[in-house]
């Protein structure tokens, strides 16, 4: 996150939320886009031991398979995807 009236970025922790550090970052700091991003949200429950198996069965369904449901969520490769249903289901 850019600080501009302080001439620093700060540093996220992405799991936590938490500020981890501040950098000098010379004159007229600025951030451009959104550079961390919420994890996703799938149709199973997390910490259930069927969440993986909804959520994939349920993206299938809606996209017509993997590959598709893959780019919707603009991963490049399914293995991105059955990574981040992974992270969301907690396994």
Known sequence: MANDSANTATAIDTATGAA??????????????AFIQPLPRFAGTPGTAN???VSVSALA????GLNSAA???G???VQGLQDAIR???GN
């Open 75 to 77: 991963y490049a490769k």
């Open 51 to 53: 969440c993986h198996g």
């Open 61 to 64: 369904n809606k996209y017509g």
């Open 87 to 89: 992270a969301f289901c």
């Open 20 to 33: 981890i550090a501040t950098v000098p970052v010379g004159t007229n700091a600025s951030a451009f886009g």
């Open 71 to 73: 780019a919707a969520f």
